[in-house]
């Protein structure tokens, strides 16, 4: 589990094809590998993976096809920058909200303009996707967790502060790329349980009326 608040960026060092997948490698801040381990949980623009071949300097990490389906990563090269976060620690402070690094899909950047010292930026996403998203409401695009300022049916608006265009990778982004977008998790599950409350009520009106 994540909150969305980025602790550093790192650097794409490698990637090799393995059968469809891929394992790629990262350059990251020492401080970041101190005290990880093989096994650790790390999001990586948003995307939960396991850490591989920890040293000093980075880690590797493999990417299912799944993964490649569903995010970003596949299209990323050696020297591109990406979005850290080492899993949250129970005594931590819940700066951002709930992240489980778990990806539902992609959001494209329609525009960016100056809003103050911050910038508003227009996203994109598919209405599967852009119904889970609210006025007020929190998501998390490559791993930042942000708040929504505007829904108008598919695209959304955020304001980005200075610092976070600074420390994350959202400072580069330029119309028509992509981002990796996780939408609420209570949204997710509110409209599972939806689903089955439909479901039983499909049921016992069957039941009722073949009793008729």
């Keep these: 589990m994540f ?17 469809g997948d891929l394992r790629i490698r990262f350059e990251v801040p020492p401080e970041l590998m101190t005290g ?57 402070r819940l700066g951002g909200h709930m992240v ?13 303009t100056a809003d103050g010292r911050s910038e508003r930026f227009l996203f994109e996403a598919d ?7 609210a006025s007020k409401g929190s998501v998390c695009l490559d791993g930042v967790s942000l708040t929504v300022n505007d829904v108008d049916d598919t695209r959304f608006s955020i304001c980005i ?5 600074e420390v994350t990778t959202l400072g580069g982004l330029v119309a028509g790329e992509t981002v990796n977008l996780e939408v609420d998790l209570i949204a997710r599950y509110l409209d599972r349980l939806n689903q089955y409350g439909r479901a039983d009520e499909s049921s016992d009106l069957n039941a009722r009326q073949d009793n008729d």
């Design 3 to 19: 909150t969305g608040i980025v602790a550093a960026t790192g650097k794409l060092l490698s990637r090799e094809s393995y059968d």
């Design 127 to 133: 209405y599967s996707l852009a119904r889970f998203i």
């Design 100 to 112: 489980s690094g778990h990806v539902d899909g992609l959001a494209r950047l329609v525009s960016r």
């Design 36 to 92: 990880s381990k093989i096994g650790d949980s790390i999001s990586i623009s948003g995307v939960c993976l396991t850490m591989l071949e920890p040293d000093a300097t980075g880690f590797s990490a493999d990417l299912s096809v799944e993964t490649l389906d569903k995010t970003s990563l596949g299209n990323r090269r050696p020297g591109d920058s990406v979005n850290l976060e080492l899993a949250m620690r129970a005594s931590d």
């Design 161 to 165: 502060i200075p610092h976070t265009l």
